[in-house]
């Protein structure tokens, strides 16, 4: 039997960083995120029983942190085209920019999509290709599926919305990656 520590002296506390146990499955996913994507884009909005298709314009960065061990992202948006969709639902942003960062298992969001405030996003795993959002914020409840498929130069989408634990907006997302 060989013993590979035994003095039992371990160093804790020897790293700058706080997060020790950085999770590199999710920076990596994340990683392969990063470039330009057209989104096509279905949202079904359950009070007025309708449908709208849309075509929008993403791009995903990683931006500089003051801390080596914390991965920033900025995601800035606008449609490809003038839509009727943003006029009858002003709620939505027609362009904008989010910042964020991973902290463990959580994305810590600046903003969100349906309103200014700052929040989290708990991050579930579900294989190398997938991940799984949750975000609460206000009287929103958002469950969001992000699936990277044909080697990163797909992504598909599903966002289901619930405000005050009825469910208002369905969304489906392809979207094409246009530059890394």
Avoid at 86 to 99: L, Q, T
């Amino acid at each position: 039997m060989i013993a590979i520590n035994s003095n039992n002296k371990y160093k804790y506390g020897s790293f700058d960083s706080p997060e020790v146990t950085v999770n590199s499955n999710l920076r990596r996913w994340f990683k392969r995120n990063i470039g330009f994507w057209n989104s096509q884009r279905i949202y079904f909005l359950t009070e007025k029983n309708k449908n709208y298709n849309i075509c929008m314009n993403l791009k995903i960065e990683s931006i500089e942190s003051k801390n080596a061990w914390e991965s920033h992202y900025k995601f800035t948006w606008h449609p490809s085209d003038k839509y009727s969709f943003f006029e009858d639902n002003p709620e939505f942003k027609e362009k904008g920019v989010m910042k964020a960062h991973l902290q463990g298992h959580q994305l810590i969001r600046e903003s969100f999509y349906l309103s200014d405030k700052k929040g989290i996003s708990n991050i579930k795993q579900v294989d190398e290709h997938e991940m799984i959002f949750e975000s609460t914020y206000d009287d929103w409840y958002i469950l969001e599926h992000t699936r990277l498929l044909d080697m990163d130069n797909l992504r598909f989408r599903v966002i289901y919305s619930w405000n005050k634990n009825i469910l208002k907006i369905v969304e489906n997302h392809h979207e094409t990656r246009i530059l890394s």
